[in-house]
């Protein structure tokens, strides 16, 4: 018989810190800082867009760029007539940057759930080191400026870069079990942020001496923390002689659903629920998931396709916000980028504090949509910040816990409840799959968004990008309401097929 879902639904925190070795440890420490040096070198970019812009235009059509001799020469290999075509072209390339990394994506889950999760990582980790060193040093050192080749260098930079996410959060999934995973990911998805932080700090330190000094940096720690994954990191429990997940948990029938997802519809918790998505072999080797198997599992199409709203918000002050504080408040680059932290550092708190309350309420959705409540009115403050760099660091930071702090649980706890739900019994290798749907998903919205700010920002003002930002967020809490009923549905009729993997 079925153990009721309010009987079921017990703390397994004492599983949290019994189970804990110093190889978990490790296994979070390096799936942290791999994930933190891609998006250091992500942010290098967002944070230099002033330099690169001005080295792109002509100085005399540049207030802000020094004067180059010979005057001939310059004029001969620039970019663009103005800086207002150089910074949409910016917008362009984080455009391209995030469509190829939504591509890449939904294939490096696939790939993740079939190879070796470390080789993978630890590939991507070195070879997007090596485009980034060739796009902003390399480039600038042999005086080569060239559209198209700048474009094409940031389509393969997004493929490889995409090879992260999915990865890390397979590996964390396979070695953190439901027990605290709101706090233990939520802490953990920090990463994001401090990868932020670190790519601020390291592009403020170098930028005197140019733009290319910024990205050579980055692209150095980045290929030395590859190496370092490729030889460090263990991919799951059984690697070590350790129990997998959910050998223990089946042991006792209070933690029989200690992978399942918290995901806050009643519908989805019912006891009714009486299919599954299981494989038929008889060997006990975990199956990879088939990626459409995968986006018909309950609550995966409903959370990336809400994802997609707030991912654009998320990415558009991690892409956007040092070049607005410099843009709007006149403000120098470098402090800029300093000042531009304070919003991470919202997102680490936030992410740690709300992954903390959906483990004690067991309920993840509620959390989420309190919270995005909330960021309504923090991004309404935040667009009418006065000049001032306290007051807006403060409100920043604000924001930050309001918008980051889900987007981290999303694109982490919650795909990792995705991932492991009792619907993909017999086919642990799920997790990758997932988390690229989801995250994939979302960098699809974040990649119309960001051309979508270069254009209502140049047409427009600032002022109405903060309006579009609000209108995504509250889209975000609208798709969630609709699609709940829809993707249980799907859920069920799939499940009916008893698909078999092979």
């Known amino acids: 018989m079925a153990v009721p879902g309010s009987l079921r639904r017990q703390p397994a925190n004492r599983g949290l810190v019994s189970h804990c070795t110093h190889h978990h440890i490790v296994v979070f420490l390096l799936t942290f800082f791999s994930y933190s040096l891609l998006h250091a070198s992500r942010k290098t970019f967002s944070n230099v867009k002033v330099s690169i812009s001005s080295q ?39 455009t391209i940057f995030l469509f190829s990394y939504a591509v890449g994506l939904f294939v490096s889950g696939i790939v993740g759930d079939r190879l070796n999760l470390r080789w993978v990582l630890s590939f991507g980790m070195c070879s997007s080191a090596l485009v980034v060193f060739s796009f902003g040093t390399l480039t600038e050192w042999l005086h080569f400026y060239n559209k198209w080749f700048y474009c094409c260098l940031w389509v393969v930079n997004g493929l490889l870069q995409s090879t992260g996410w999915p990865c890390v959060v397979a590996v964390m999934g396979n070695w953190f079990g439901k027990a605290g995973r709101g706090f233990v990911f939520g802490l953990w998805s920090a990463c994001a942020s401090v990868g932020n932080i670190l790519g601020a700090f390291l592009a403020s330190c170098v930028l005197k001496y140019g733009y290319e000094y910024a990205f050579l940096v980055t692209a150095s720690v980045q290929f030395a923390g590859g190496v370092i994954v490729f030889f460090g990191l263990l991919t799951s429990p059984k690697e070590v002689g350790l129990p997998e ?18 995901m806050g519809s009643d519908d989805v918790d019912d006891d009714d629920r009486n299919y599954s998505i299981q494989a038929a072999d008889n060997d006990n080797e975990p199956k990879a998931i088939g990626f459409f198997q995968a986006c018909c599992l309950p609550g995966v199409i409903l ?31 470098a402090e800029a980028d300093q000042l531009s932290i304070w919003y991470d550092v919202g997102g680490i708190i936030g992410g740690t504090i709300q992954g903390l309350i959906s483990d004690v309420l067991q309920k993840r959705s509620p959390v989420l949509a309190v919270s995005l409540l909330f960021a309504v009115g923090s991004l309404f403050g935040y ?18 816990f309001f918008i980051g702090g889900p987007s981290n649980m999303i694109s982490s706890a919650i795909s990792a409840d995705l991932g492991r739900q009792d619907l993909v019994k017999g086919s642990s290798e799920a997790l990758a799959t997932v988390t690229g749907i989801v995250d994939g998903t979302g960098s699809i919205g974040a990649a119309v968004g960001q051309y979508l700010v270069s254009l209502i920002q140049e047409n427009l003002g600032w002022m109405w990008v903060f309006y579009f930002f609000i209108l995504m967020v509250r889209n975000h809490l609208f798709l ?22 092979s």
């Open 245 to 262: 997940l959910g050998a223990d948990e089946d042991e006792a029938s209070v933690e029989e659903d200690a992978n399942r997802p918290l």
């Open 56 to 94: 792109w235009t002509p100085s005399c059509r540049n207030s802000t760029a020094p004067e180059l001799q010979p005057y001939e020469l310059w004029n001969s290999s620039h970019l663009f007539p103005n800086a207002e075509k150089a910074t949409l072209f910016l917008g362009t390339l984080d």
């Open 480 to 501: 969630k309401k609709f699609f709940v009923k829809a993707q249980f549905a799907i859920g069920c009729f799939y499940g009916n097929l008893k698909v078999v993997t």
């Open 383 to 400: 667009s009418r910040s006065p000049n001032s760099k306290p007051i807006n660091a403060v409100i920043m930071a604000i924001t930050g």
């Open 303 to 333: 959370y990336s396709l809400a994802y997609a709203c707030l991912k654009l918000v998320n990415y558009s002050f991690f892409f956007w916000l040092p070049f607005y504080l410099s843009n709007n408040f006149g403000w120098k680059e």
